[in-house]
């Protein structure tokens, strides 16, 4: 008997320390279950033919508004290459310039990806080299006419909690807003995007590899407009391009005729110290205002701006309107006319021709940007390449999906690839009588 009682007094700290890494393998699982949460995927396609669930591929929904009315922030949305527009969809109305892609504080950390072919299992499939392009287009009504148009194309609006910078919209074009009102609302500001917020919360979204194009608004920010009231706006643009964007008819000089930005509190006075934007490799080109061409690039009226690794090039005004108790910091970028007077200088910065390879045809031969003949893709021998931080980027790859540093040095602006600059071919010869062609008569003359 007393050896059956020493054997099991044996047993019990072998039993105690199976008990203990039993809990201690529990507390792991339920720890790895909570912290590492596959985002689910909700595939889109204009062309899928399936159940319209987004489920795969083949069962995709034909519109982006179906598959964000079913996202949650803890998604991934796929796109597949084709022109998605936002009067499509189970609950629009086709022709409707109001209907907008719209996402709200609920979907916080929502993740949208463009770019697929519509045949990838895994996002280290998709190519962007491959020319997939997505494009969100507000062109709803009689194609290239402006009059009918979507007045956003994409809407936020962050009012119970904030938008965070987890929220990214990534592999786009968003194209043909046309946010032109009659008074001084929401309908004429921020065509192509426009976020709003109130309430001490934050609409501050991550914009990678995506291009503004052909945006245009009454008032402020042809492309996007943030306008925070009683909150803030701190987005982000990395491997952004910007062209032929327009502010149309007002008469305030420092509206931002690409991004802006405007903080106020319910009084009426501006904010301090609760915006800031950063841009990084990114090319602004032909945005202008159709007015009195005074309209700077980019407004962030009393907020920190932060532009790196860029190019400023061929606006209407290439300077950044930092109001109030704003402040500007430009580095490693190519800015045409220099720093302007209240910038702080990070050093490295540029003021001379970019050399792009046919700024006339910004999209290239093909129409479509993000590929390799674009026309704002630099020749080799422009200052820009080679000259920006490496300490700065983010991202592996540029706006067309090649890889981001190739010659040890990472480019300015939103294109790594280059297209080489030959100079061009002059000789000289001597020409002597042999050389000219002899002329024979062929009437008149002697016998």
């Known amino acids: 008997m007393e050896k059956i009682i020493e054997n099991f007094a044996r047993l019990i700290p072998l039993w105690n320390l199976a008990r203990n890494v039993s809990a201690c393998c529990l507390a792991i699982l339920l720890i790895a279950g909570t912290t590492f949460v596959a985002q689910a995927q909700i595939h889109v396609d204009v062309s899928a033919s399936g159940a319209n669930d987004g489920t795969s591929w083949a069962n995709a929904y034909n519109s982006l508004q179906d598959a964000l009315e079913n996202a949650t922030g803890s998604d991934e949305i796929w796109i597949a290459a084709g022109t998605y527009y936002p009067d499509q969809g189970a609950n629009v109305s086709a022709g409707d310039q109001v209907a907008s892609f719209s996402i709200s504080s609920s979907q916080s950390g929502l993740k949208i990806y463009g770019g ?6 895994s996002f280290a499939e998709r ?14 009504g009689v194609p290239d006419d402006h009059s009918d148009n979507s007045i956003h194309v994409i809407t936020m609006a962050a009012s119970s909690s904030s938008i965070t910078n987890d929220t990214e919209i990534n592999g786009l074009m968003i194209a043909d807003g046309r946010a032109i009102g009659t008074s001084q ?14 309430g001490n919360v934050e609409c501050s979204p991550a914009f990678v590899n995506v291009t503004f194009y052909n945006n245009i608004a009454s008032n402020y920010g042809g492309a996007v407009k943030f306008h925070a009231f009683n909150s ?38 501006n904010f301090e110290g609760v915006s800031t934007l950063t841009i ?3 090319t602004f080109y032909g945005n202008a205002d159709t007015n009195n061409g005074t309209r700077r690039v980019i407004r962030n009226q009393h907020g920190e701006t932060q532009i790196e690794n860029s190019i400023l090039w061929g606006n209407t005004v290439n300077m950044v309107n930092a109001s109030g108790s704003g402040s500007l910091t430009v580095a490693n970028s190519l800015i045409e006319g220099g720093l ?29 940007f993000g590929t390799a003949d674009d026309g704002l893709v630099l020749f080799s021998n422009s200052p820009a390449v080679d000259s920006g931080d490496n300490s700065a980027i983010a991202e592996t790859t540029d706006l067309t999906g090649a890889d981001r540093i190739q010659d ?13 600059a030959f100079a061009p071919f002059i000789t000289t010869w001597a020409v002597t009588a042999d050389d000219l062609p002899l002329y024979i008569p062929t009437g008149g003359g002697a016998d």
């Open 185 to 198: 609302g929401e309908s004429t500001r921020g065509a192509g995007v426009y976020c709003g917020s109130s």
């Open 232 to 269: 803030g706006a701190s987005p982000s643009f990395t491997n952004c391009l910007f062209v032929d964007n327009y502010v149309e008819d007002g008469d305030i000089a420092s509206d931002g005729n690409a991004i802006d930005i405007n903080v106020f509190q319910n009084s009426g006075s």
């Open 280 to 282: 990084t490799n990114s």
């Open 340 to 368: 302007q007077s209240d910038a702080t200088d990070g050093g490295g910065n540029l003021d001379a021709d970019p050399l792009f390879v046919n700024m006339n045809d910004s999209n290239g031969s093909d129409d479509v």
């Open 127 to 140: 190519n962007l080299a491959s020319g997939n392009r997505t494009i969100l287009s507000g062109d709803i």
């Open 408 to 420: 040890g040095t990472v480019n300015m602006g939103a294109y790594e690839i280059t297209v080489e």
């Open 116 to 121: 697929f072919a519509g045949t990838e299992s």
